[in-house]
């Protein structure tokens, strides 16, 4: 960003409604991590007065108390998107741009993904299930081969919008209401990751070719799982505080950031 630009993007971080007003801003890396930075300050703000509260109130006495409080806790790894729209593929200037709700959250599918992650040197421990976005149940297998990864095909993180507005949940397996219209229906590259000052970040786009309302964004893991067979995971679901509003020709940037 120019000197000017800093100066703008200053004087909106300071206002009350500042999401309102990133309209017209050029988007860009560095305002990408400014803009994820200070939503994920206010989700960290919110998530710790909610857990204060709870741990004024609640009793503790017994360890079925200690698991129920657990649950309601608010999660400590804090995940939070936006989706943006560009004015078009020559003006990255933004047209309008929708930030996650503050108590959107990790589904169930990320826990057991990263608890498999976690193995001693060689151990190659099968038994882990995730959900695919058909609900079905699939099981890693004890192997020599990689049960995630496979470099010589399409495996990786994606991300796909959708229009649905029903509260996340930790058992969310797939987008509620996906587009109808290529690209934006279908999910795509999450693009490189980067790691500084305690935050993972990552990004992509994609160009509308038609019209419609973000209201969700979703990421997933495209795995061999087991390693014979690869299918789509939902690992995040976040609902929107304000949908965005595009037509064909806008380019449509989803964003996350993983506060660590």
Same mark, same amino acid.
């Given at each position: &960003?120019?000197?000017?630009?800093?100066?703008?993007?200053?004087?909106?971080?300071?206002?009350?409604? @500042?999401?309102?007003?990133?309209?017209? *801003?050029? @988007?860009?890396?560095?305002?990408?991590?400014?803009? &994820?930075?200070?939503?994920? &300050?206010?989700?960290?703000?919110?998530?710790?007065?909610?857990?204060?509260?709870?741990?004024?109130?609640?009793?503790?006495?017994?360890?079925?108390?200690?698991?129920?409080?657990?649950?309601?806790?608010?999660?400590?790894?804090?995940?939070?998107? $936006?989706?943006?729209?560009?004015?078009?593929?020559?003006?990255?200037?933004?047209?309008?741009?929708?930030?996650?709700?503050?108590?959107?959250?990790?589904?169930?599918?990320?826990?057991?993904?990263?608890?498999?992650?976690?193995?001693?040197?060689?151990?190659?421990?099968?038994?882990?299930?995730?959900?695919?976005?058909?609900?079905?149940?699939?099981?890693?297998?004890?192997?020599?081969?990689?049960?995630?990864?496979?470099?010589?095909?399409?495996?990786?993180?994606?991300?796909?919008?959708?229009?649905?507005?029903?509260?996340?949940?930790?058992?969310?397996?797939?987008?509620?209401?996906?587009?109808?219209?290529?690209?934006?229906?279908?999910?795509?590259? $999450?693009?490189?990751?980067?790691?500084?000052?305690?935050?993972?970040?990552?990004?992509?786009?994609?160009?509308?070719?038609?019209?419609?309302?973000?209201?969700?964004?979703?990421?997933?893991?495209?795995?061999? @799982?087991?390693?014979?067979?690869?299918?789509?995971? &939902?690992?995040?679901?976040?609902?929107?505080?304000?949908?965005?509003?595009?037509?064909?020709?806008?380019? *449509?940037?989803?964003?996350?950031?993983?506060?660590?």
């Amino acid at each position: &960003m120019t000197k000017i630009e800093e100066e703008i993007v200053q004087n909106i971080l300071r206002s009350e409604h @500042w999401e309102d007003n990133l309209s017209g *801003l050029k @988007w860009s890396p560095k305002l990408k991590d400014v803009v &994820m930075l200070k939503h994920q &300050m206010e989700i960290r703000e919110w998530r710790s007065n909610e857990d204060l509260t709870l741990l004024k109130n609640k009793k503790t006495s017994s360890y079925a108390e200690l698991i129920e409080l657990s649950k309601n806790l608010q999660q400590r790894l804090i995940e939070s998107s $936006c989706a943006a729209v560009l004015r078009s593929s020559s003006d990255f200037r933004i047209k309008e741009i929708g930030f996650n709700k503050l108590d959107d959250l990790f589904l169930n599918n990320w826990g057991t993904f990263l608890s498999y992650l976690i193995q001693p040197p060689t151990a190659q421990i099968g038994g882990y299930t995730l959900y695919d976005t058909t609900n079905t149940a699939r099981t890693n297998v004890q192997s020599a081969y990689s049960n995630g990864f496979n470099y010589s095909n399409p495996a990786g993180f994606q991300i796909q919008f959708g229009s649905g507005t029903t509260a996340a949940a930790r058992t969310n397996y797939a987008i509620q209401s996906a587009f109808t219209t290529a690209p934006e229906k279908n999910p795509f590259g $999450c693009g490189n990751a980067t790691y500084a000052n305690g935050n993972i970040s990552f990004g992509n786009l994609v160009t509308a070719g038609g019209s419609g309302t973000i209201n969700e964004i979703g990421l997933f893991g495209y795995f061999y @799982w087991p390693y014979s067979n690869q299918y789509l995971f &939902m690992l995040t679901h976040d609902i929107l505080g304000a949908g965005v509003a595009f037509v064909g020709g806008n380019p *449509l940037v989803g964003t996350f950031a993983i506060g660590t």
